[in-house]
């Protein structure tokens, strides 16, 4: 599959992990993987002035640090039509198909001498063949993506799962199209221009301190690129989702200048990152 085989949304997913351990600091110790549904998460958590998203943060460093990640949803094809199959509804008119051709064959048994269903059973025997085949195939290649991405087969059906890509690489579409235009109108701004129908204003630029922490965040993405892979197993399953959990109620922050106090959810502590 597609999603299994990218290399680039690894990558992606590697930077989304580097921005939760950026965040959590050491407070909690670094997480090792994260839930798929985290993604969404990316939508909720807002700036202080709530107009920009994590996601959109997401995709400056990108755009930015990593050109090479920005076209990755190019390598990932058929979401939306994967989501809307039901691989057990599937299975399920596979296995009917086989128990009415296995009742043609004992019928033809008792009578060999109908030529119908000696017809019958000799042009569509091979279809079913196939049809088992292929249907075996479908479901070790579901059951090996979704445990690639720790994920549970039997309890995630493919309409959750190819769904969280889909909505990932839509969101994601979205918010490059929202950086470019608030590039255009910052652009047009500087320049004196008056620009009718006017979005969102563009993002304040980060000062000295704040691009420091930008860069310290580029930083653990690097490491996190060249050092660990995207899942490992981990003391604590969860950890990432308890840390969104927390930043959905206030703007995230950057990491306080104290090297023993690395708070990064509390709205009092640290400076907020502009996007």
């Known amino acids: 599959m597609s999603i299994k085989s990218s290399d680039k949304l690894r990558q992606i997913l590697e930077i989304v992990l580097a921005f939760g351990n950026y965040m959590n600091s050491s407070k909690r110790g670094a997480a090792y993987g994260f ?30 640090k990593y050109p090479q990640l920005t076209g990755f949803h190019s390598d990932l094809h058929f979401l939306d039509k994967a989501g809307s199959v039901s691989l057990d509804s599937v299975l399920g008119d596979v296995r009917s198909l086989q128990r009415g051709l296995e009742l043609t064959q004992r019928e033809f048994v008792r009578q060999d001498d109908c030529l119908v269903l000696k017809e019958f059973l000799r042009a569509n025997s091979p279809i079913m063949d196939k049809l088992l085949a292929d ?15 720790g994920e549970n087969s039997k309890t995630t ?67 996190k690129q060249q050092k660990e892979p995207l899942i490992y197993e981990s003391d604590r399953d969860g950890a990432i989702e308890d840390i969104i959990t927390v930043l959905k109620t206030v703007p995230f922050t950057a990491r306080t200048g104290k090297r023993t106090s690395r708070l990064l959810c509390e709205a009092s502590l640290g400076e907020e990152i502009p996007l």
């Open 135 to 149: 249907s075996k195939t479908a479901q070790e290649a579901y059951e090996s993506v979704v445990e690639y991405f």
């Open 35 to 64: 839930r798929l549904q985290s993604l969404d998460a990316l939508l909720e958590m807002k700036s202080t002035d709530r107009k920009q998203t994590l996601l959109h943060y997401l995709v400056k460093v990108i755009a930015e």
């Open 157 to 223: 059906p493919p309409s959750m799962f190819f769904s969280l890509f889909s909505r990932f690489v839509k969101a994601y579409k979205k918010a490059e199209q929202d950086v470019e235009q608030w590039k255009k109108e910052a652009a047009a701004q500087e320049a004196g221009a008056d620009v009718p129908g006017r979005g969102e204003p563009p993002a304040p630029k980060s000062p000295p301190k704040i691009r420091r922490q930008q860069m310290d965040l580029i930083s653990e993405l690097k490491r």
